[in-house]
């Protein structure tokens, strides 16, 4: 490997191969190149520190009322060969009355969530799950 690349840019001056080495990994690219890792940080601040890219937040594919999450699994063919899948929790955008605070509250959570709203309440479910529905 070492020796092809050395024939392939052998006709090149020293710089063009320095410069075209770079572009062609795609360091000078790199969405993080602004970052820096500080690696000697005390356990107390690395705790609280997070890495955000271009300001977004990823919403993830768990339910937070009932912790639910994808699952990992096979897909079994006729022929038994088995190939890894991801089965995602039914997660649903929901306007629910939320009694105690005389409004409706836009909540994303799954249907089996939905369902234990419906048996048990919204406020006894946050609670359990440790929620606050006030507004922020």
């Given at each position: 490997m070492a020796s092809?690349?050395?024939?392939?840019?052998?006709?090149?001056?020293?710089?063009?191969?320095?410069?075209?080495?770079?572009?062609?990994?795609?360091?000078?690219?790199?969405?993080?190149a602004g970052l820096s890792l500080n690696l000697g940080l005390s356990s107390a601040s690395a705790a609280t520190t997070a890495v955000v890219v271009k300001n977004t937040i990823v919403a993830r594919r768990i339910c937070p009322f009932l912790e639910k999450k994808t699952n990992r699994a096979n897909k079994v063919s006729f022929s038994n060969h088995k190939t890894k899948k991801q089965q995602f929790v039914n997660l649903q955008y929901k306007k629910l009355w939320w009694e105690a605070g005389k409004r409706y509250v836009k909540l994303r959570l799954s249907t089996k969530a939905l369902k234990t709203i419906e048996k048990h309440g919204l406020d006894a479910v946050a609670k359990k799950a440790g929620i606050d529905l006030n507004k922020k």
């Amino acid at each position: 490997m070492a020796s092809m690349m050395l024939c392939s840019s052998y006709s090149m001056p020293a710089a063009a191969r320095r410069d075209s080495g770079a572009a062609s990994l795609g360091f000078a690219t790199s969405q993080l190149a602004g970052l820096s890792l500080n690696l000697g940080l005390s356990s107390a601040s690395a705790a609280t520190t997070a890495v955000v890219v271009k300001n977004t937040i990823v919403a993830r594919r768990i339910c937070p009322f009932l912790e639910k999450k994808t699952n990992r699994a096979n897909k079994v063919s006729f022929s038994n060969h088995k190939t890894k899948k991801q089965q995602f929790v039914n997660l649903q955008y929901k306007k629910l009355w939320w009694e105690a605070g005389k409004r409706y509250v836009k909540l994303r959570l799954s249907t089996k969530a939905l369902k234990t709203i419906e048996k048990h309440g919204l406020d006894a479910v946050a609670k359990k799950a440790g929620i606050d529905l006030n507004k922020k």
